[in-house]
């Protein structure tokens, strides 16, 4: 099992738009896969048209009252399942603080889905705070969304950081460019360049198209209802590198 | 995707038409959407020709769609217990599709295997059933336009054994998180008229369909007897069974599909030749003489098969068994006793086609069914029965009793001849008595039964393995270390016969005590009042 997290300091730099199209085509290449939908927000459960409600609240997750297993809803898509938002994930910081090993908190949660999963996306809330902390201690992978602009280059320096300094696990980064606008000389100078001169920034990116933002009309990933367009082929791509970065075997063969 | 959560059947008024969805649902927020378009399944279920999966309440079955293939094994309730891809036959592909009928080795070492081989042992799997399923999917949706059920149309068109068409079966599965939803959406389908609960699993219906039904054969004697019914006609019933098993049994013992249809025919000609010696008298004396003869030529073609058969199938257990020799060196032996058996197995092949063995079917059938017709209402089938099984008892009671600690081996050979009588008798009457006392009986007499054959077994087994010994010395194949590995066996052999014998006296006296004596006597008793 391998856990890949959308995580972003800032808001609204597509980490949503990123966890439900690789979740959907992780789901596509035959991975068993699970989304967990971390933000207050509930994008994710509303792009896949499932309720924003668990049972218990955040409270019973994390403290263990209630199983996971029994949380998590079928997407309308094979081998794709959703553990759905919840309005009271606005306190999972005071949550996992009530809590002894807040950082491997989430990791111990996810370790029994190992045998019912193959990959699992985090989607999470921006912010760095304990449930960051907590969610860099699960993952293996962390997706890093970037609008390319040099305050967010220094938000990743920020990150790298932040990683760096963690005791025992650290998860590796893969950065990437979203939401690019070709007509912009920033945005074009930061992308084409950065990539080339740091080892841990995807060479795909991930431009500003109306069609992903239209996928919150369609509730549905612009990878399933438009997989040949311009953003569901980018999104293929960005999957392909992060499903190599992240060092992922083949998918079992299930005919 | 999770199991069937409910299985219904349409009748001709809601499954006539080319696509039965969408059926409508009134009262209900549910509606349809698309799914999956249509697919096409070639499904074949496989089972040993004995049942035994389906007696053990086991479903296997390969289904191939768009070049893809897959074996799986359920259990009753239809959950998953294994599954295992087999990919088509590819040049040079070393796990292409396996062709039924196939012994267990044929499948990849696995979970599949490991599940299989307790339940099929050495029997061959072969296929009971083949259908083209045209399965049709389509989404339910709820009132935020979520799926929450996927409802699946299986047209389903029968191959084999009969070409004929099932019903259409619509089978609701829920999505997971959705299960309360769906148990709605299925009591919604419920009460639509010509939407009726499915009873039967796919290969039962396929079967129903073919006009056949899942365990139609059983190597145990299965014919009912009343007590009260003409001797004549009680003993004409027992033959024909006993035929109808042997006849069953031909076309895989010439196919030489397992071993085990040699087996049952063999059993089915020993039972035959038994009960025309101990019960015969109540059939013609003519038609006795006339066939004890050609039973008695089919039991001896069939011997030098099943004795080979014998030697291999416990061959893993001897060379296992051996504490100088290494099984490597018992390697020639056992190529030894391949290429007698694969000689044997032409002759008795050659045997089952001949005319001779269908003239003696055939005649003894019309024969059978001759006596049956006619004959005498004395005595009944509860007075042969008890006067046959208490005579039997009394004999194996008495060659018993005179066997002595020094008695010569012959004795107790004649002793479970004697014993295999009684067993056939209280196998072929076993419909007259109470199940229980019968089910005790056997199990009393069995315990006996295993020492002498035991005893019998390793005696013959020694013989032969110096006839082999000296076969392969004739034909030069035999180096020394398998010589003296063989010796090893054959001294192995000798001990498991000492202790056999060792066993025999407390063995006949467990059989032979008051109250295992009035056992026999009280079962006889009651079928006869």
């Given amino acids: ?255 | 995707m999770q199991n069937a959560l409910r299985e219904f059947v349409l009748d001709d008024s809601q499954g006539a038409g080319d696509d039965p969805l969408p059926l409508p649902l009134p009262g209900s927020r549910f509606s349809w959407a698309d799914g999956d378009r249509a697919r096409a399944l070639r499904r074949t279920w496989l089972d040993t020709f004995d049942w035994r999966l389906y007696r053990s309440g086991l479903t296997l079955e390969q289904v191939s769609s768009r070049g893809l293939s897959q074996i799986t094994l359920t259990g009753r309730d239809g959950e998953v217990i294994a599954a295992q891809a087999v990919s088509p036959r590819r040049s040079g592909d070393a796990t292409g599709l396996v062709k039924w009928p196939s012994l267990l080795g044929a499948l990849p070492v696995g979970p599949l295997h490991e599940h299989l081989i307790p339940v099929v042992g050495v029997r061959a799997l072969l296929p009971v059933a083949r259908a083209v399923s045209r399965v049709h999917d389509q989404r339910v949706l709820n009132s935020d336009d979520k799926t929450v059920a996927r409802v699946s149309v299986d047209r389903m068109s029968v191959t084999f054994p009969a070409t004929a068409a099932a019903a259409p079966r619509l089978s609701v599965r829920a999505l997971r998180g959705y299960q309360a939803q769906a148990s709605r959406l299925v009591e919604v389908l419920a009460a639509i008229p010509g939407v009726a609960d499915g009873t039967q699993s796919a290969l039962e219906a396929a079967l129903a369909a073919a006009g056949r039904r899942p365990g139609d054969y059983s190597g145990k004697i299965s014919v009912q007897l009343a007590p009260r019914m003409p001797a004549v006609t009680a003993m004409a019933a027992v033959f024909a069974a006993l035929l109808d098993t042997l006849e069953a049994n031909v076309s895989g013992t010439v196919r030489d599909v397992d071993t085990e249809f040699l087996h049952d025919l063999r059993i089915a000609v020993r039972r035959t030749r038994s009960a025309l010696r101990l019960a015969g008298g109540a059939l013609p004396a003519s038609l006795v003489r006339a066939f004890r003869p050609e039973f008695k030529w089919l039991g001896d073609l069939t011997t030098p098969t099943r004795d080979l058969d014998v030697y291999l199938l416990g061959f893993p257990g001897m060379a296992a068994g051996l504490v100088a020799g290494t099984e490597q060196e018992l390697r020639p032996f056992r190529d030894h006793l391949v290429r007698r058996r694969a000689a044997a197995q032409r002759g008795l092949a050659r045997g089952l086609r001949s005319a001779r063995f269908s003239r003696l079917t055939g005649e003894w059938r019309d024969a059978l069914s001759e006596a049956a017709s006619g004959g005498r209402r004395r005595p009944t089938a509860a007075e042969l029965a008890a006067s046959r099984i208490a005579r039997a008892h009394r004999r194996v009671i008495a060659d018993g009793s005179a066997i002595t600690a020094t008695a010569p081996p012959d004795s107790l050979h004649e002793l479970r001849k004697r014993c295999k009588e009684l067993r056939y008798l209280l196998e072929i009457f076993g419909s007259l008595h109470d199940p229980a006392e019968q089910w005790q009986a056997v199990r009393e007499l069995k315990n006996l039964q295993d020492c002498l054959g035991e005893f019998q077994d390793t005696e013959v087994q020694r013989e032969e393995i110096r006839v082999f010994a000296a076969q392969m010395m004739d034909e030069r194949t035999a180096p020394a270390a398998t010589l003296l590995a063989m010796g090893e066996i054959a001294a192995g052999l000798a001990t498991a016969q000492r202790q056999a014998r060792s066993e025999f006296s407390d063995r006949f006296r467990q059989f032979a005590s008051p109250a295992s004596q009035a056992r026999i006597r009280a079962l006889t008793r009651a079928a006869a009042a």
């Fill in chain 1, 1 to 255: 099992m391998r856990i890949f997290a959308t995580y972003n300091i800032k808001g609204g730099v597509g980490k949503t738009a990123t966890a439900v199209n690789l979740a959907y085509l992780a789901a596509r290449d035959g991975y068993r896969v699970l989304l967990w939908d971390l933000d207050p927000q509930a994008a994710a459960s509303f792009l896949f048209r499932v309720r924003p409600r668990v049972k218990g609240g955040g409270k019973a997750l994390i403290a263990g009252k209630r199983s996971i297993d029994d949380a998590i809803k079928a997407t309308d898509f094979d081998d794709l399942d959703l553990l759905p938002a919840d309005f009271t994930y606005r306190n999972l910081d005071l949550l996992l603080d009530a809590g002894k090993k807040p950082a491997r908190r989430l990791a111990t949660l996810l370790a029994p889905l190992r045998s019912d999963y193959d990959v699992i996306f985090l989607d999470c809330p921006p912010g760095i705070s304990l449930l960051s902390e907590s969610v860099l201690g699960a993952a293996d992978t962390v997706l890093v969304p970037l609008i390319p602009t040099t305050l967010s280059v220094r938000t990743l320096d920020q990150l790298t950081d932040f990683i760096a300094g963690l005791d025992g696990h650290r998860p590796s980064i893969l950065a990437f460019f979203s939401m690019i606008d070709r007509r912009k000389r920033l945005h074009r100078e930061i992308a084409e360049q950065l990539p080339g001169r740091r080892s841990d920034v995807a060479a795909t990116a991930i431009p500003a198209l109306s069609a992903i933002e239209l996928m919150s009309v369609q509730r549905s990933p612009v990878t399933a209802s438009a997989p040949r367009s311009r953003a569901g082929l980018c999104y293929r791509e960005l999957w392909q590198e992060a499903r190599q970065r992240g060092k992922l075997p083949d998918p079992p063969s299930r005919p």
